[in-house]
């Protein structure tokens, strides 16, 4: 536990430091050196509980009211502190050349110092054991991310997405702060070590709890309805942050319902399937969503809702499975989850890194303007394309290893189980093969369009090789998702004393050897496809072939601009698959009479739950708002007036309330 | 120690009228001054001669008896403007409906609560009516200065409490409110003099301009 404390120490000192810093260079030392002293030590304390599964604590005085400044380092904490300062060890060693042409114009010591401070409110997060410091954590969190989301607060986009993020996240405090209440006033106590009798609760005000922990917490974590925030704050912030946001700032938020979970009564089902089934909607949403995005990082955040909804469509099924009695199935679900949120954290933060290569060569994030970047930067290229097959499931790296697991427990229960009841989970089978289906589409094309090809603007064609920190912080996390595609049985072994915490079980000899010979066939295949490159560049090697240009299908003179686009690569699947309301808006492209004119052809992709039910829901309760305006006069006195009346009126009523209570 | 405090209390309500009721600016800042000064020698008249009382007593001197007063009375000078004039509800009626709620103070604190010690003597009656005035003060008059004493009165209510619960109050809490005072005054005292230079006048009714 020292360890940890000391990393927070170094990161909180490392943040006021590089506030102090004048000169942009120097922050960025401050900064980047203290995440990199201070993460290991996370890392081993992290890791020393995960192995051992003692948990650790810390108690200090605080003199806040309520507070306790009380950490708890168990496994279900440690499994979230590793990816936490995995990830933003390599982030912070990115940020360094990343920021530096930022640099040159503006001071980077606000950047680092939000920094260091997002970092240390997760840990926080993850290991507060007392509710005041969990929230001030939490909130500190939203906070030092919103101002980093607004990094390049010029652009009124990013003003207009960080205020969206600010808004939602702040909706979701409020619920949180409704239910730690309601918490805190049953356990008569603001500890986390007192929350015990929580388990004793009646199932109807369980049931309460567990909704407002569940869109509470959803909030952040992008839930189905209520990931909104996501699309807009992740193109926004500068790349590393996106990472960071994406890869584990999101995921505090799981684990607070993993948190709430161990803590109340156990389960029913239709709590599971209620999670199961948001999730599902949430991957299919978001997969369909992320195949129609031009801008390459709009597209990964909404992939980041597809693989938030897997996650909870894992944890989701283990809850059934558990209040079902299945205990094996259970194990399967939670393993699959919790290892797609390791993985998830792993390759999002290699796409996110490297759409900020792609972003910082070329000065855009639109696809269309890409093309051909593989031949301009080949080493960004090749560990993009290992986190693209990562994330689209693919043998031999970690996205399948978690997803086979999820689909092993649904295709378990669905033989188990007699009658109607074994629907379901073969239904879902169907749909995460139809979200792993798009997902491929979605990345392929991510590749095609940005990568291969010739390219399609200047812009492309004079980006350069990323900076060698930025290609090793994206190239360790990859080396670990190959590691993990690898060697599956030690991940797993990794997650037990985290698993036993969830379902009390210990883990069984029947998942390791669920995934062992997913390992052994994923290093087979990776020597195959070792020895079929290298009898394919010799046999380039032998016959060199003549370079052309390609078939123009006719034209006369083809250009680059004449190749697929984007939305042309995904019109045809998502034409036939989408329902009406997912798809984009067209406007233009219409061609009229013998000899037509130039025409434009356009297409937007919205959000539809954002701007068809939520747009226009708030904005209807505004205008009813408006007849409040005459309230509002403008005259101080009346003002004044006001909060006269209701101090009055409070006062008489706490008075009257408590001769009331006290008989 | 009562019978040193009940006195002095009662001063400080009638203070509180004098307020109410004058229309000169000058005087009424100079009794808000003294009304200060009395609060000041409150501490030491409840809790004797000690460290605690003696600090609490000398900054509230320094601050409400003579620092604000003469910031304000330099104000008005600079500002010339002795009267207050056209108050929102006249004179009269405010000192009416003061007393009445100096009344609804004392009928009030005798069904709140409090322990048996505290319920002798007039420092809750007087603490709520002293806040009731800032309140009507504030609420009346369109003059910003005279919006500037109905907060000094309702800082001094809030003071009256706060010697009451001296002995568990820590001093960083005293000292907190006193600080707190001097920010808003010197806030209020930069309003007022940009709404004097935007405005040619110190009528705070104009700043509904400034409303969306």
Same mark, same amino acid.
């Given at each position: 536990?020292?360890?940890? +404390? ?27 050196? !203290? ?27 605080? !003199?806040?009211?309520?507070? %306790? ?21 390599? /982030? ?19 950047? #680092? ?7 240390? =409110? ?5 290991? =507060? ?28 986009? $990013? ?23 309601? *918490? ?12 015990? &009798? ?5 199932? !109807? ?54 948190? +709430? ?9 239709? #709590?599971? #399937? ?26 990964? =955040? ?98 399948? *290893?978690?997803? #086979? ?44 369009? /940005?990568?291969?090809? %010739? ?7 004079? =980006? ?16 670990? /998702? ?52 290298? $009898? ?78 939520? @747009? ?38 706490? @008075? ?8 | ?60 001197? @320094? ?28 004179? $009269? ?108 006048? @110190?009528?705070? %009714?104009?700043? &509904?301009?400034?409303?969306?």
């Amino acid at each position: 536990m020292n360890l940890l +404390f000391s990393a927070l120490i170094i990161l909180f000192g490392g943040s006021l430091i590089a506030l102090l810093t004048r000169k942009s260079t120097l922050a960025t030392r401050v900064g980047t050196l !203290s995440v990199l002293t201070a993460t290991p030590l996370a890392i081993c304390d992290a890791l020393t509980v995960l192995i051992g599964g003692q948990p650790l604590a810390l108690n200090l005085p605080w !003199s806040v009211p309520g507070g %306790e400044f009380a950490l708890l380092l168990d496994p279900l904490a440690a499994f979230f502190v590793l990816p936490i300062a995995v990830l933003s060890l390599f /982030c912070a060693l990115y940020a360094g050349p990343y920021m530096r042409h930022d640099g040159q114009t503006r001071s980077l010591a606000p950047h #680092w110092f939000l920094f260091n401070i997002m970092i240390v =409110a997760m840990l926080l997060v993850v290991t =507060a054991a007392n509710t005041v410091l969990f929230l001030s954590a939490w909130e500190m969190m939203t906070i030092s991310s919103f101002f980093l989301v607004a990094w390049n607060h010029r652009q009124e986009e $990013v003003r207009k997405a960080a205020w969206l993020y600010l808004l939602v996240a702040h909706f979701g405090m409020v619920l949180l702060l409704a239910l730690f209440i309601l *918490v805190s006033s049953y356990c008569g106590s603001l500890n986390f070590s007192d929350f015990g &009798s929580l388990s004793q609760l009646p199932l !109807s005000s369980a049931s309460v709890l567990y909704l407002l922990a569940l869109f509470g917490f959803g909030v952040k974590a992008g839930l189905f309805p209520v990931h909104i925030w996501l699309p807009d704050a992740h193109p926004a912030a500068p790349s590393h942050v996106s990472a960071l946001m994406s890869g584990v700032l999101i995921k505090t938020a799981i684990y607070g319902i993993l948190r +709430f979970l161990c803590l109340l009564p156990p389960a029913p089902a239709w #709590w599971g #399937w209620l999670l199961a089934l948001l999730g599902a909607t949430g991957a299919l949403y978001g997969i369909s969503l992320a195949a129609q995005q031009r801008d390459i990082k709009r597209c990964l =955040a909404y992939s980041t809702v597809e693989n938030v909804g897997i996650i909870f469509l894992g944890l989701g099924f283990g809850m059934v499975a558990t209040a079902n009695g299945q205990p094996t199935i259970a194990m399967f679900a939670y393993a699959g989850g919790l290892l797609h949120l390791w993985n998830h954290a792993l390759f999002k933060g290699v796409m996110f890194l490297g759409a900020g290569t792609l972003v910082h060569a070329t000065g855009t994030r639109d696809m269309n303007r890409m093309g051909g970047l593989l031949r301009r930067m080949p080493l960004a290229g090749v560990l993009w394309i290992g986190g693209s097959l990562a994330i689209s499931a693919l043998p031999p790296l970690n996205g399948l *290893v978690s997803e #086979w697991l999820i689909y092993i427990s649904l295709a378990d229960a669905g033989i188990t189980q007699q009658g109607f009841v074994a629907l379901a989970p073969l239904l879902l089978i169907g749909l995460l093969g139809m979200v792993g289906a798009l997902a491929l589409l979605t990345f392929s094309r991510l590749i095609g369009i /940005c990568l291969l090809g %010739e390219a399609r603007d200047p812009v492309a064609a004079n =980006a350069h090789e990323a900076k060698p920190a930025m290609l090793i912080s994206m190239g360790v996390p990859l080396a670990a /998702c190959l590691t993990i595609g690898l060697f599956p049985q030690g991940a797993l072994r990794l997650l037990s004393t985290t698993l036993l915490q969830l379902t009390g079980n210990p883990i069984e000899t029947e998942l390791v050897s669920a995934v062992s010979p997913l390992g052994n066939a994923a290093v087979l295949l990776l020597f195959a496809l070792g020895a079929i490159t290298v $009898v394919f560049v010799w046999l380039r090697h032998r016959r060199p072939q003549t370079q052309s240009t390609t078939w123009g299908c006719g034209y006369q003179f083809p250009s680059p601009r004449i190749s697929y686009t984007g939305e042309g690569y995904s019109e045809l699947a998502l034409r036939h698959l989408l329902p009406k309301i997912m798809r984009p808006d067209i406007s233009g492209g219409r061609i009229n009479g013998m000899f037509p004119a130039p025409t434009k052809l356009a297409q937007q992709a919205h959000d539809p739950v954002l701007t068809r039910i939520l @747009l226009p829901l708030f904005i209807s309760i505004a205008n009813r708002f408006q007849r409040l305006r005459w309230l509002q006069q403008g005259q101080l006195p009346i003002y004044l007036c006001y909060i006269f009346i209701t101090n009055t009126i409070l006062m008489i009523w706490c @008075l009257w309330a408590g001769r009331h209570a006290g008989g | 120690m009562i019978e040193l405090t009940n006195p002095l209390l009662l001063a400080v309500i009638l203070i509180n009228f004098f307020t109410l009721g004058s229309a000169r600016l000058g005087a009424c800042i100079r009794v808000v001054a003294l009304q200060g000064a009395l609060l000041a020698l409150l501490p030491l008249a409840t809790h004797g001669m000690s460290g605690h009382a003696l600090i609490l007593g000398a900054g509230a001197l @320094l601050l409400k008896g003579i620092f604000i007063p003469t910031l304000l009375l330099r104000a008005i000078r600079e500002v010339r403007i002795r009267r207050e004039v056209e108050p929102i509800i006249g004179f $009269v009626p405010t000192l009416i409906i003061g007393a009445l709620t100096t009344a609804g103070a004392f009928i009030f604190a005798d069904f709140l609560p409090l322990i048996a010690e505290h319920h002798e003597g007039f420092y809750v009656p007087t603490a709520l009516a002293t806040i009731f005035t800032g309140f009507l003060l504030l609420i009346t008059r369109r003059k910003a200065i005279t919006q500037i004493l109905g907060y000094l009165l309702l800082e001094n209510g809030i003071f009256i409490f706060g010697v009451l619960l001296s002995a568990a109050m820590p001093l960083m809490v005293e000292a907190g409110v006193l600080l707190d005072l001097l920010v808003g005054v010197f806030v209020m005292g930069i309003v007022l003099n940009q709404i004097n230079r935007e405005f040619s006048t @110190l009528n705070t %009714e104009r700043l &509904s301009a400034l409303k969306e």
